[in-house]
């Protein structure tokens, strides 16, 4: 079993919308939850993370996780053209370099 | 500050020609990761490093050898390219996660999009 699924997508969808992204991960020992912003032919960044459950707002993305049901997701509203990009979500354990576990990304296109 | 930078950018290799792919940053971190994207695959670990003089194996070593002589340097080689290992390889660093930041941001090079004919 993979340490995170994540749907490819493509998704496309209207500029304005609301975007959810969504992963769902099978180790339980994971306590932080990043979510990378990857643009065509670059390199990913970080775009928010979460600590244990719970909800984090920053501007128009949102990050939520459910450690009871090992789901995470990343909302995003009003999106804009900007936001068109892979996100790759990546739960992580506690400590330790090779600890992180990425997602394989979803592609989101706004459609202006 | 360039941040993590990779050197060739582009790069096409015939099978069985070796070559070495530089990373470099200049945010004094500890630890320096290998990885390779592939479509439907994501992001796979191939090896890493928690500090100069030491590497490890990650996820897919196979084929691929590593080495960190300096703390800003990692460098990946390939000794004898083949076909599968056609993909785009990205290096990245970070600082440990005990270090009291609060998260153990990685931070990517742009990328080095390798060919093996």
């Known amino acids: 079993q993979k340490e995170v699924e994540q749907d490819p997508g493509p998704l496309s969808v209207p500029e304005g919308a609301i975007v959810s992204l969504n992963c769902t991960y099978s180790?339980?020992?994971?306590?932080?939850f990043m979510w990378y912003r990857q643009y065509s032919r670059k390199g990913p960044e970080l775009l928010m993370y979460t600590y244990s459950s719970g909800n984090k707002e920053d501007g128009r993305f949102t990050a939520q996780v459910d450690k009871s049901s090992k789901y995470i997701s990343l909302f995003i509203r009003d999106s804009q053209p900007s936001d068109s990009a892979t996100y790759l979500c990546?739960?992580?354990?506690?400590?330790?370099?090779?600890?992180?576990?990425f997602g394989t990304g979803t592609r989101l296109t706004v459609i202006p | 500050n360039a941040g993590v930078t990779q050197t060739p950018k582009f790069r096409v290799l015939k099978t069985g020609q070796s070559m070495t792919l530089l990373c470099a940053q200049d945010?004094?971190?500890?630890?320096m990761y290998w990885y390779r994207q592939d479509p439907g695959m994501g992001l796979r670990l191939i090896h890493y490093?928690?500090?100069?003089?030491?590497?490890a194996k990650g996820e897919v070593p196979d084929g691929y050898n590593v080495s960190r002589l300096k703390k800003q340097n990692f460098l990946l080689g390939l000794e004898s390219a083949a076909p599968s290992q056609t993909s785009v390889y990205f290096c990245?660093?970070?600082?440990?996660?005990?270090?009291?930041?609060?998260?153990?941001?990685?931070?990517f090079g742009p990328g080095t999009r390798l060919t093996v004919l």
């Open positions: 990546a739960p992580r354990g506690q400590t330790g370099a090779n600890n992180l576990f």
């Open positions: 180790n339980s020992a994971f306590q932080y």
């Open positions: 490093s928690v500090g100069e003089g030491t590497t």
């Open positions: 990245a660093s970070s600082l440990p996660l005990t270090s009291g930041a609060s998260t153990d941001t990685q931070y």
């Open positions: 945010m004094n971190h500890e630890y």
